[in-house]
């Protein structure tokens, strides 16, 4: 088994932060507001970012942290206030991303974090714009609505 250097555990724990953060923000979202879009597919996505990583650790010997977020994440009083802070997460996540791209040479660590990168920026960033915008293509408001926090 080959050795990380401790960059690049850190940089794949601080992707690992990042997506857990992700999910539990729109699993919450989804608590709040219901079964909306863009919020339900994206969840699915980030799940599936998390299990990329998930493979990454599992294959340095490295052990994965359960999420400590859940309930933890902030809470929004409407739809449109969690469409528009999922435009400045995802922007923020592309930030992130470019910064983790320079931390290793490793081919497979390297593929993960483009691929989550281009997810963020290629599929989840559209969609939450499309929301924020209020555009039925987006998703967002034509979906039941269970109540948020006031």
Same mark, same amino acid.
């Given at each position: 088994m080959?050795?990380? &250097?401790?960059?690049? $555990?850190?940089a ?5 932060n990042?997506e857990?953060r !992700?999910? +539990?923000?729109?699993?919450q979202v ?6 909306v879009?863009?919020?339900?597919? $994206? =969840?699915? !996505?980030?799940?599936?970012h $998390?299990? +990329?990583?998930? @493979?990454?650790?599992?294959? /340095?010997?490295? @052990?994965?942290?359960?999420?400590p ?6 809470? /929004? @009083? ?6 528009? !802070?999922?435009?400045a ?6 930030? $992130? /991303?470019?910064?983790?791209l320079?931390s ?5 660590? =390297? &593929?993960?974090?483009r691929?989550?990168h281009?997810?963020s920026?290629q @599929? %989840?960033?559209p +969609? ?7 555009? +039925?293509?987006?998703?967002g %408001?034509?979906?039941? %609505? ?5």
């Open positions: 080959t050795t990380l &250097t401790e960059t690049e $555990i850190r794949l724990n601080e992707a690992l990042d857990y !992700a999910f +539990a923000t729109y699993e989804l608590a709040d507001f219901g079964e879009q863009p919020f339900n597919n $994206i =969840l699915e !996505a980030e799940g599936r $998390i299990e +990329a990583l998930r @493979s990454l650790f599992a294959r /340095y010997g490295l @052990s994965m942290p359960e999420n977020r859940p309930g933890k994440v902030d809470r /929004y @009083s409407s739809l449109q206030a969690a469409c528009e !802070a999922g435009v997460a995802e922007v923020a996540n592309a930030e $992130i /991303y470019e910064r983790l320079q290793t040479e490793r081919p497979d660590i =390297l &593929t993960v974090f691929n989550l281009d997810a920026q @599929s %989840h960033l +969609a939450f714009q499309r929301c924020a915008q209020g555009s +039925a293509a987006g998703g %408001h034509r979906s039941r %609505h269970r109540g948020g926090r006031e």
